[in-house]
């Protein structure tokens, strides 16, 4: 069974409106709220971080969401979870690379509990005074889908680090120590008057743009040419994998009114029918949702 299953197997349970999108917006508090988990193991291996980047990415990864809803970061919360043989200074360093990420976020409170594994748990809050907030199920026809950056290069890095790898830095840096596009989100959310999609890339351009599809019941056509990437990524074997489900770069991409994406890197159009289209060169790849999610990462 893998985590979509699981997670609908949740909503249908509790019959909650407030699952689907990565973070739950409660209108009544003016707040999004989410939460997001690193496994040692399973996310991570100190074989290839520092305590101060897992700090870094941990934060990040949280903040990323707030800005996918569109609302502005505002406040974490850390629990963490250490077995006996770490020291205080891998406490100090994690937080040290925490706060650096946070910038005007706070940290304002949290757990700290003993484990067999590092097991890190964080929580964060967005306010959404003044921003229009996005949902996946609110792509519409005719918009055009924008991204905030280049795609493939955190897969690209984790690829070198599992190769025993460090060159070059800037992709192994992409995956360990990435940033949320607070700057992206601020404007998107400010600047789009209608409904509007956004996610950010955690899991692969390719998941996000399947998702929206999916919960919007429209198809996304992207032209694979238009999609930014780091050129280093030419060296590699599997370039367009790397693009389109290479996880963790934490870019985002909406689908936004053409006044809004004029400003933009533009990759393709929001039209009526499901799944998603790449065009690539003269040819048209058809993409279900069940295509992307067999070749995604898979937690269990």
Same mark, same amino acid.
């Given at each position: 069974m893998k985590?979509k299953e699981?997670?609908?197997?949740i909503?249908?349970?509790?019959?909650?409106?407030?699952i689907?999108?990565?973070c739950a917006?409660l209108?009544d508090?003016?707040i999004?709220?989410t939460q997001d $988990?690193?496994?040692?193991?399973?996310h991570?291996?100190l074989d290839f971080t520092?305590?101060?980047?897992l700090?870094?990415k941990?934060a990040?990864v949280?903040?990323?969401d707030?800005c996918a809803?569109?609302a502005?970061p505002?406040?974490?919360t850390?629990?963490?979870?250490l077995?006996?043989?770490?020291g205080?200074?891998?406490v100090?360093?994690?937080?040290q690379g925490l706060k650096d990420?946070c910038?005007?976020v706070q940290?304002v409170?949290?757990?700290i509990?003993?484990s067999?594994?590092?097991?890190?748990s964080?929580?964060?809050?967005?306010?959404?005074?003044?921003?229009?907030i996005?949902?996946?199920?609110n792509?519409n026809?005719?918009q055009?889908?924008i991204v905030s950056?280049g795609?493939?290069?955190?897969? =690209?890095g984790?690829?070198?680090?599992?190769?025993?790898k460090?060159e070059?830095?800037g992709?192994?840096?992409?995956? %360990?120590?990435p940033? =949320? #596009?607070r700057?992206? $989100?601020? +404007?998107?959310s400010?600047?789009?008057?209608?409904?509007?999609a956004?996610?950010?890339t955690?899991?692969? %351009?390719?998941d996000?743009?399947? #998702?929206?599809a999916e919960?919007s019941c429209v198809?996304l056509?992207?032209d694979? $040419?238009? +999609?930014?990437y780091?050129?280093?990524?030419e060296s590699?074997d599997?370039l367009?994998?790397?693009v389109? %489900?290479?996880?963790?770069d934490? #870019?985002l991409?909406?689908?936004v009114?053409e006044?809004?994406?004029?400003?933009? +890197?533009i990759i393709g159009?929001?039209?009526s029918?499901?799944?998603?289209?790449?065009?690539k060169?003269d040819?048209?790849? #058809? %993409?279900?949702?069940?295509?992307?999610e067999e070749?995604l990462?898979?937690?269990?």
């Amino acid at each position: 069974m893998k985590e979509k299953e699981f997670i609908n197997i949740i909503k249908n349970t509790l019959n909650s409106d407030y699952i689907g999108d990565d973070c739950a917006c409660l209108r009544d508090l003016g707040i999004v709220v989410t939460q997001d $988990s690193l496994v040692e193991g399973v996310h991570f291996s100190l074989d290839f971080t520092t305590p101060y980047k897992l700090g870094w990415k941990s934060a990040m990864v949280n903040i990323s969401d707030v800005c996918a809803s569109g609302a502005e970061p505002k406040y974490l919360t850390v629990a963490l979870s250490l077995p006996k043989n770490i020291g205080e200074d891998f406490v100090e360093e994690f937080y040290q690379g925490l706060k650096d990420a946070c910038g005007e976020v706070q940290v304002v409170g949290g757990d700290i509990t003993g484990s067999d594994k590092i097991f890190i748990s964080v929580t964060a809050i967005g306010k959404t005074e003044g921003r229009k907030i996005s949902s996946r199920k609110n792509a519409n026809i005719g918009q055009k889908i924008i991204v905030s950056g280049g795609h493939g290069a955190s897969g =690209a890095g984790l690829k070198l680090l599992l190769g025993g790898k460090n060159e070059p830095s800037g992709l192994i840096n992409s995956h %360990l120590m990435p940033v =949320a #596009q607070r700057d992206f $989100s601020l +404007i998107v959310s400010t600047r789009q008057k209608n409904d509007y999609a956004m996610m950010d890339t955690s899991d692969g %351009l390719a998941d996000a743009l399947s #998702q929206i599809a999916e919960s919007s019941c429209v198809n996304l056509e992207v032209d694979f $040419s238009k +999609i930014p990437y780091n050129k280093e990524l030419e060296s590699f074997d599997d370039l367009e994998d790397l693009v389109l %489900l290479g996880g963790e770069d934490y #870019q985002l991409v909406a689908t936004v009114d053409e006044e809004v994406a004029k400003d933009f +890197i533009i990759i393709g159009e929001v039209k009526s029918g499901s799944g998603v289209t790449i065009l690539k060169q003269d040819k048209k790849i #058809q %993409l279900s949702k069940q295509d992307v999610e067999e070749k995604l990462f898979n937690h269990f």
